[in-house]
């Protein structure tokens, strides 16, 4: 079943369940944090508002109450996310 990816600014989307939360979020140009992929940095974390996710690979990084990091989940249910420094999308070359 299909999940659909809320972030707090008003942009959503649903993403293919076989990418995790990051790659989902790239795939759309949605411009966030990350450094390692693996779990082990937490640059990648944003804060989950609503819903539930299940990580691929447990985390390694410190992941506080209310945070996720999205390298390395999926969503299990509708979420709703807060990005650090707010929603934008990536400009594209032209």
């Known amino acids: 079943m299909a999940h659909i990816v809320k972030i707090m600014d008003g942009f959503s989307f649903i993403p293919r369940s076989e990418l995790t939360l990051l790659e989902a979020l790239?795939?759309?140009?949605?411009?966030?944090?990350?450094?390692?992929?693996?779990?082990?940095?937490?640059?990648?974390?944003?804060?989950?508002?609503?819903?539930?996710?299940?990580y691929v690979v447990e985390p390694i990084a410190f992941v506080p109450d209310g945070r996720i990091l999205t390298c390395c989940c999926h969503p299990k249910s509708d979420i709703t996310l807060g990005i650090p420094g707010g929603f934008r999308l990536k400009k594209t070359e032209q």
Do not use: A, N, W
């Not at 990350?34 to 989950?48: A, D, H, I, K, W």
């Open 26 to 54: 790239e795939s759309h140009k949605v411009d966030v944090e990350y450094q390692c992929r693996e779990g082990f940095c937490g640059s990648c974390q944003v804060t989950l508002l609503e819903g539930e996710i299940e």
